[in-house]
């Protein structure tokens, strides 16, 4: 079924999209967001957010999907620009805007990597670009965790709600909150030994299998030069301004 949707999805994605080659578009990648973290004037980090949004709507990625993806560093960014607000002044609001601006950036480019191409994809990338194999299976099966991660905690909220449990502050309910953590420790290690056991019994060395990148072409040192460029050249007008 999951397979299925992301077929789906990846068939509204244009073809320049999909064809860009996942070493060259991740090294666009990290030196847009690279290059964005370092503009330090609102107007230019405007364009830079502005040019990445015309890129992923271009791209027909779903701006609802971008949204919950702002949804999810959205507690971090408040945690961070919060105390910038006990005193306000205009320096202080601006330097937060900057910072909202920055996050909200990196994460559109972010969600555009992920969503023209698939994880198996990016991580061939970074086998061609000569990261060690053991960090690139360690972020495959961190990856892969994060989702029985969440579906442990969904199955032990349902039952903790089935028994009348309201959440609400309190002993009785740090006590309950308690028990989930050690249940979910408990259940992680668990998990690692017998995933370790089954994979190491089909022969798993510490490292996954990649399968070879293929050849860059002309169209996509293109497009990887054309994002370098464009931000390359905010850069360069911010110094000069």
């Known amino acids: 079924m999951e397979e299925t949707v992301y077929d789906q999805q990846q ?4 073809k320049w999209a999909r064809s860009w080659e996942s070493r060259s578009k991740l090294i666009a990648a990290i030196c847009y967001i690279f ?9 230019t980090l405007i364009i830079a957010y502005t040019f990445s949004l015309i890129t992923l709507v271009s791209m027909r990625i779903s701006f609802i999907l971008l949204l919950k993806r702002y949804l999810i560093i959205t507690p971090f960014l408040l945690l961070m620009t919060l105390p910038l607000f006990s005193q306000y002044t205009m320096d202080n609001a601006l330097f937060a805007s900057l910072i909202i601006i920055k996050a909200f950036t990196s994460m559109t480019v972010i969600t555009i990597l992920l969503e023209t191409q698939s994880l198996d994809t990016l991580m061939n990338s970074l086998t061609g670009l000569k990261m060690p194999p053991m960090l690139i299976t360690i972020l495959i099966l961190s990856y892969r965790y ?15 709600k089935s028994r009348f449990f309201k959440g609400e502050l309190g002993v009785r309910s740090l006590r309950v909150y308690g028990h989930f953590i050690a249940s979910l420790l408990i259940k992680a290690l668990h998990r690692s030994d017998k995933m370790y056991e089954a994979m190491a019994s089909r022969g ?12 860059v072409g002309y169209h996509d040192i293109f497009k990887t030069c054309l994002t370098v460029i464009v931000i390359a050249l905010l850069i360069i007008f911010e110094r000069t301004s």
Request: net charge positive; hydrophobic share 50%.
């Open 11 to 14: 068939t509204q994605i244009p």
């Open 35 to 43: 290059g964005v973290i370092s503009l330090t004037t609102l107007p």
């Open 146 to 160: 994060v989702f029985l991660f969440l579906d442990d905690i969904s199955r032990m909220m349902t039952a903790a």
């Open 204 to 215: 798993f060395n510490g490292q996954l299998a990649f399968q070879s990148t293929k050849k």
